[in-house]
């Protein structure tokens, strides 16, 4: 069973810098596909980043060029850089994984296993 437990929240001021870590447990076959969503309050789930086990990677238009999402595989963690940080980026992040990866896209309802999320608040 895939267990994921996400970590580095914290609340920073607007412009700062924040790493995210997912270390995840319990699967090890390729492929497949782990993704960052975040929840802001009062709206949907949504998708910020997304890695392949092949080392392709995608973020959504909101945060390109801001965020930087890797894997370590020697530490079965998966990592999310938020830099130049906005307080439209006040949200509980998420880390997600799909085994197979059948369609690379971040989409929620593709992934089957969540962490339980880390808090990330950003003050002007």
């Known amino acids: 069973q895939v267990q994921l437990v996400e970590s580095g929240g914290g609340s920073v001021q607007s412009g700062g810098s924040l790493k995210l870590s997912c270390v995840i447990s319990g699967y090890t076959y390729s492929p497949y596909c782990m993704g960052w969503f975040r929840q802001r309050p009062g709206k949907a789930r949504e998708g910020v980043a997304l890695?392949?086990?092949?080392?392709?990677?995608m973020a959504s238009n909101s945060v390109k060029g801001r965020v930087s999402v890797s894997h370590d595989n020697t530490k079965n963690t998966l990592y999310l850089q938020l830099n130049s940080l906005k307080p439209e980026d006040t949200a509980m992040y998420y880390c997600?994984?799909?085994?197979?990866?059948?369609?690379?896209?971040?989409?929620?309802?593709?992934?089957?296993?969540w962490g339980q999320g880390t808090q990330v608040t950003v003050s002007s």
């Open positions: 997600a994984f799909q085994p197979g990866c059948h369609v690379f896209r971040l989409s929620a309802s593709d992934f089957p296993t």
């Open positions: 890695i392949h086990s092949d080392d392709s990677r």
